[in-house]
């Protein structure tokens, strides 16, 4: 079955370029040659990505803190609280 654009099938005529009119990419970012200049973009795109986000204030990061001990000592004494249940159900069956 085919709809407007083409089947996943067949690709559209258009699409397929031939292998004689590909262009080879060369140079640019990833051009560098050697083991330091890869290392070093690499270090280069790090900061360019810490640049780009976006940190939480001082109250935030309390708040955010707060809740997740809060989380966990609430997880801590579910646990604790299942495991001493489970820990007299075996004590009873097994004696």
């Known amino acids: 079955m085919t709809d407007a654009v083409g ?3 067949m690709p559209d005529a258009q699409d ?3 292998e004689s009119k590909k262009k080879a990419r060369k140079g640019g970012k990833r051009g560098k040659k050697g083991p330091f200049g890869r290392l070093a973009l690499f270090y ?4 360019a990505e810490l640049r780009k986000v976006v940190w939480p204030t001082r109250s935030q990061l309390s708040t955010y803190t707060t809740v997740v001990i809060v989380f966990v000592v609430i997880m801590i004494g579910l646990v604790t ?3 001493y ?3 007299h159900l075996i004590k009873y069956i097994f004696g």
């Open 81 to 83: 609280v299942i495991d």
């Open 16 to 18: 397929e370029v031939p």
């Open 7 to 9: 089947s996943i099938d």
């Open 44 to 47: 280069r795109q790090i900061v």
């Open 85 to 87: 249940g489970f820990n």
